[in-house]
């Protein structure tokens, strides 16, 4: 059996622009917006590459997996769920 490895990613910097906004709802600030795609490139260089995502349903959450999956050397399938908010 091949060794597996599990790759833990926490969302890249949230904007706390809008204190009205609901955590949920919180989207990446420019400093997340510019080293989220660097987590994927760096994930690419060292062979770190998912076979699938498991993704909170949060807006940062997504963003970030959205921007980090763009610079990888492969695809990989991604599950969002609320169930991983807050987990």
Avoid: C, I, N
């Amino acid at each position: 059996m091949p060794t597996r490895q599990l790759l833990v990613l926490r969302h890249a910097k949230s904007s706390w622009d809008d204190p009205k906004l609901a955590d949920f709802d919180r989207p990446l600030g420019p400093r997340g917006l510019k080293t989220a795609p660097l987590m994927g490139r760096e994930l690419s260089r060292r062979g770190w590459l998912p076979d699938l995502a498991l993704v909170s349903a949060a807006l940062r959450t997504r963003d970030t997996w959205r921007l980090v999956a763009a610079e990888l050397l492969k695809s990989a399938a991604a599950e969002f769920t609320d169930a991983l908010y807050e987990a």
